[in-house]
């Protein structure tokens, strides 16, 4: 102990000038609980989200591990592509028409429907007096559309090796900027869940994901 | 290191939002995000003075707190799970920055060689409050000790364990950190 010990009690009971400075002390460690929070100078979540994007996608890998024995050939892993695309858009295309009592804006002569174009064309589209295309169709369609998307990083992740890097650059570019635009719709979204506006701009932001997606998922080795 | 993640506040079921997140709904947990950040935040850019480092380790700790919420159990609130392993992420990536600099900084520099001279310019822009400053300016182990108890509420005991020091090295650590502060702000 020191002839000055400001943490002695009793030293301090005696002495004014380390009582003081103790009192001090206390004040400091008041401040410092009643320091306020603070806050990041940027939207940290897109960030954050499009990493668990990609853990998602890593998580999968059991999944891709085994599909593998199924892909040898990039000509039925293009076939696969294919008909994934066709049963996926189709569900979700053909929901979309059916809340809106309307014809599926299926295209026969390839076989593909737009899901998120489908979307957003009963969002933007609709014809006055039909029925309002619901909040929970559309949650229930992006939650597909996020299978659909999953499905296609999976086979691009089966194909990484066959793709020129430079697509790949590209690509994985692309991708970031889309995930940030589809992040930040949701965060609006979840602020103002009943906004066909906001929606609609997500259901564009999935629908330019699913066609980089699909275009990159089906091109010729090499590209 | 890994600061346990089960003292302290008292046991609560997961929220709605724990349970969906823990089941892989993003949406859950940017909720949880949402609700968090600030705090997470705060402890992050206090801790490493710098915001743009203080960003990163925020993304990161949510990031595994999303890889390791299959493991939380309800055992503590969600918010204090997630405070601690942000600073476990924290003290984690200082010991990596540590060893790349192959510089001590286990939290125990001689504080009474630190003059005013020493003190480095201010790292944080735009925190006004001289006490915020002041401690952006602490060295890392005063500062670690400090933030960790007079601004988040830690036991000595947590945080010795955590930086692998005696609860009567920290109380040491505490002591200088505040005197050194006082010096600062009355400066």
Same mark, same amino acid.
């Given at each position: ?13 005696? #002495?004014?000038? #380390?009582?003081?400075?103790? %009192? ?6 008041? +401040? @410092? ?10 939207? *940290?979540?897109?960030?954050?989200? +499009? ?10 890998? &059991? ?38 009592? /309307? ?17 957003? &064309? ?7 007096? =039909? ?5 929970? =169709?559309?949650?229930? /369609?992006?939650? &597909?559309?996020?299978?659909?998307? $999953?499905?296609?990083?999976? *086979?691009? !992740? ?8 430079? %697509? ?18 949701? =965060?609006?979204? *979840?602020? /103002? ?31 | ?5 089960? *003292?302290?506040?008292?046991? @609560? ?24 950040? /600030? ?31 299959? %493991?939380?159990?309800?055992? =503590? ?6 405070? $601690?392993?942000?600073? !476990? ?23 009474? +060689? ?21 401690? +952006? ?28 020091? %005696? ?21």
């Amino acid at each position: 102990m020191t002839e000055h010990d400001i943490t002695d009690e009793s030293h301090r009971a005696a #002495c004014t000038e #380390c009582a003081a400075e103790w %009192t001090e002390l206390d004040a400091i460690s008041a +401040a @410092a609980r009643a320091l306020p929070q603070l806050t990041p100078s940027r939207d *940290l979540w897109s960030g954050i989200d +499009a990493r668990l994007a990609g853990n998602a996608n890593t998580s999968s890998s &059991a999944l891709a591990r085994a599909e593998r024995r199924w892909f040898r050939s990039p000509t039925l892993r293009m076939a696969a592509a294919a008909t994934l695309l066709v049963v996926a858009s189709s569900a979700v295309t053909w929901r979309v028409a059916t809340d809106r009592n /309307d014809t599926a804006p299926s295209d026969p002569a390839n076989g593909v429907t737009d899901s998120a174009a489908a979307v957003l &064309a009963a969002l933007t589209e609709a014809p006055a007096g =039909s029925p309002r295309y619901s909040q929970a =169709s559309y949650e229930s /369609d992006f939650a &597909a559309m996020d299978v659909e998307i $999953r499905a296609m990083q999976s *086979l691009l !992740n089966e194909r990484r090796a066959e793709l020129d890097p430079n %697509t790949i650059a590209v690509l994985e570019k692309s991708l970031m900027l889309i995930d940030q635009a589809i992040s930040e719709s949701r =965060s609006a979204l *979840l602020n /103002d869940p009943a906004s066909q506006f906001l929606a609609a701009q997500l259901a564009r932001s999935y629908s330019t994901k699913l066609t980089l997606l699909r275009s990159t998922a089906t091109m010729p080795m090499g590209s | 290191m890994t600061l346990a993640l089960t *003292l302290s506040s008292p046991p @609560a079921a997961p929220s709605d939002d724990v349970t969906l997140a823990a089941n892989g709904d993003r949406r859950a947990f940017e909720r949880l995000y949402r609700d968090n950040v /600030d705090r997470i935040f705060s402890v992050c850019v206090r801790m490493v003075g710098d915001r743009g480092r203080a960003e990163e380790l925020t993304q990161d700790a949510f990031v595994r707190a999303w890889e390791k919420l299959g %493991t939380f159990r309800g055992d =503590s609130l969600f918010s204090t799970w997630l405070h $601690r392993l942000a600073v !476990n992420v924290v003290l984690n990536e200082r010991e990596a920055e540590t060893r790349r600099r192959d510089r001590h900084d286990d939290g125990i520099e001689d504080l009474d +060689a630190i003059s005013y001279g020493d003190v480095r310019p201010l790292p944080v822009p735009g925190l006004s409050l001289d006490l915020e400053r002041a401690i +952006a300016t602490l060295p890392p182990g005063a500062k670690k000790v400090f933030v960790l108890h007079d601004v988040e509420g830690y036991t000595h005991e947590e945080i010795a364990e955590v930086l692998g020091v %005696t609860a009567g090295g920290c109380k040491a650590q505490l002591h200088r950190a505040r005197m050194l502060l006082r010096r600062m702000l009355t400066k």
